[in-house]
């Protein structure tokens, strides 16, 4: 079984991932993307069934930014082999980015969808 990933070894992780990223994407995106070390649960996660938050796009009175949370993956994807790590690293920021696109240009699509998933989570 693979050992996790430490912190440092995630952040560059995502470092490398986002030298991919076109560099138009991160316009208005003023605070960045920040790693933070904790878990999160989404607000409507079912006891014995969590739905972990592996990342969120915010924004606010001060900017706007991407988390990333660590220790969602790490609950989620322990014993995965580095590789599917990053692909997921990956799908999750870009998932993140198309949100912050999305608010810049007015549009909901993501976020229905995303709403989409939560409502199949809850009927299971």
Do not use: C, W
Request: glycine share 6%; no cysteine.
């Amino acid at each position: 079984m693979e050992i996790f990933p430490d912190i440092d070894q995630v952040q560059q992780m995502l470092e490398e991932i986002s030298e991919n990223i076109p560099a138009e994407f991160f316009k208005k995106l003023n605070e960045g993307v920040v790693l933070l070390p904790q878990h999160r649960y989404h607000p409507r996660s079912r006891e014995g069934r969590p739905l972990y938050i592996l990342g969120e796009y915010r924004k606010s009175i001060t900017g706007s930014h991407i988390r990333i949370y660590y220790g969602s993956f790490k609950r989620t994807m322990e014993g995965m082999d580095r590789q599917k790590i990053r692909e997921k690293l990956e799908e999750t920021l870009l998932h993140e980015f198309t949100h912050h696109l999305e608010t810049l240009a007015g549009e909901r699509g993501l976020i229905l969808k995303d709403q989409e998933s939560i409502k199949r989570y809850l009927e299971k």
